[in-house]
């Protein structure tokens, strides 16, 4: 619990310093505001990519497992887990997809 209290506070002072020391809040609003949306975006794709790998992880072992378990059963298995990882690889995708809206950089050449 400590190391948790510990991170989330320096979290707190390395991304609220800026804010909180700036002397003119307008003068650099736009950068500012560009820098914390590609925080932001860089995150949560960080975040969902790693929520994506740990789900992925999982669905190959349980069906893994249950090949071992049931060798004869691997054809009825196969088919749900590639769906199964199909559809977990497509929400990091919309992640991505988000990510790069956020940022602005989305469909510009």
Do not use: C, H, W
Request: no cysteine; glycine share 14%.
């Amino acid at each position: 619990m400590k190391s948790i209290t510990a991170f989330f506070s320096f979290l707190l002072v390395v991304l609220g310093a800026g804010v909180a020391m700036a002397a003119d809040g307008a003068a650099d609003n736009a950068f500012t505001q560009g820098s914390f949306i590609a925080l932001a975006a860089g995150l949560g794709l960080g975040i969902a990519a790693f929520g994506g790998a740990l789900a992925q992880g999982r669905t190959a072992a349980a069906a893994l497992e249950g090949i071992a378990r049931n060798p004869g059963a691997s054809d009825k298995i196969f088919t749900p887990m590639i769906l199964g990882l199909a559809l977990i690889e497509s929400l990091v995708i919309y992640a991505l997809v988000i990510a790069f809206v956020f940022s602005g950089s989305f469909g510009k050449g």
